[in-house]
């Protein structure tokens, strides 16, 4: 019996032992979410999450619409508050291998089977983060096209707005996204 054989035999069952084990080891959270406004997350059992794919209109955002502007960070933030006040949150971490015990932690959150992060994405109230992914995209998309939470008249929020998540960084933009003007500045036409 040579190495080869051996490897033919051995090597399938030692990667199904891997992927059982990596499975089992998600760590999963539930019960009563509470928002955090100030920083960008939401928190569960005493830890911070960041929801998975996107980032939450910064609580201070204002946006401009034909009335003028109005308190969008505000409102995204008090109807992600009055639907986490509807019940128990189920929240699977993502195991970060690069970032091991990195904070916040990012996390797939479910509230009556419906996942917050689409159902924040396609209500307008957050933005797909710069690595979005197709489904995420399509949905703010659709939000974008029927004018829903930010997306009203048009608006179209600064790229500034959206994280960022680069292999080898320990945390994303989102502190230093939250410090800077969110109002984007449109462009002065020059008179003929």
Same mark, same amino acid.
């Given at each position: 019996?040579?190495?080869?054989?051996?490897?033919?035999?051995?090597?399938?069952?030692?990667?199904?032992?891997?992927?059982?084990?990596?499975?089992?080891?998600?760590?999963?959270?539930?019960?009563?979410?509470?928002?955090?406004?100030?920083?960008?997350?939401?928190?569960?059992?005493?830890?911070?999450?960041?929801?998975?794919?996107?980032?939450?209109? =910064?609580?201070?955002?204002? @946006?401009?619409?034909?009335?003028?502007?109005? #308190? @969008?960070?505000?409102?995204?933030?008090?109807?992600?508050?009055?639907?986490?006040? #509807?019940?128990?949150?189920?929240?699977?971490?993502?195991?970060?291998?690069?970032?091991?015990?990195?904070?916040?932690?990012?996390?797939? @959150?479910?509230?009556?089977?419906?996942?917050?992060?689409?159902?924040?994405?396609?209500?307008?109230?957050?933005?797909?983060?710069?690595?979005?992914?197709?489904?995420?995209? #399509?949905?703010?998309?659709?939000?974008?096209?029927?004018?829903?939470?930010?997306?009203?008249?048009?608006?179209?929020?600064?790229?500034?707005?959206?994280?960022?998540?680069?292999?080898?960084?320990?945390? @994303?933009?989102?502190?230093?996204?939250?410090?800077?003007?969110?109002?984007?500045?449109?462009?002065?036409?020059? #008179? =003929?």
């Amino acid at each position: 019996m040579g190495a080869g054989h051996f490897l033919k035999i051995y090597l399938p069952v030692l990667w199904l032992f891997l992927f059982f084990a990596v499975q089992s080891a998600a760590v999963e959270l539930s019960g009563n979410a509470e928002t955090i406004p100030e920083s960008g997350f939401i928190e569960l059992q005493g830890k911070e999450l960041l929801l998975n794919g996107v980032q939450i209109i =910064p609580q201070n955002a204002t @946006c401009k619409d034909s009335n003028g502007l109005w #308190s @969008c960070g505000k409102s995204a933030w008090e109807t992600l508050k009055n639907k986490l006040d #509807s019940g128990p949150v189920h929240c699977t971490l993502i195991l970060d291998l690069q970032n091991p015990g990195g904070n916040p932690e990012q996390a797939n @959150c479910l509230l009556k089977k419906e996942n917050l992060s689409i159902w924040l994405v396609s209500r307008g109230w957050a933005l797909t983060n710069k690595e979005p992914d197709e489904f995420l995209s #399509s949905q703010e998309n659709l939000a974008s096209e029927n004018n829903a939470g930010i997306w009203r008249d048009g608006f179209t929020p600064p790229d500034l707005w959206r994280t960022s998540f680069k292999k080898g960084t320990k945390h @994303c933009n989102v502190c230093s996204v939250r410090r800077q003007s969110f109002l984007r500045k449109t462009p002065k036409l020059k #008179s =003929p």
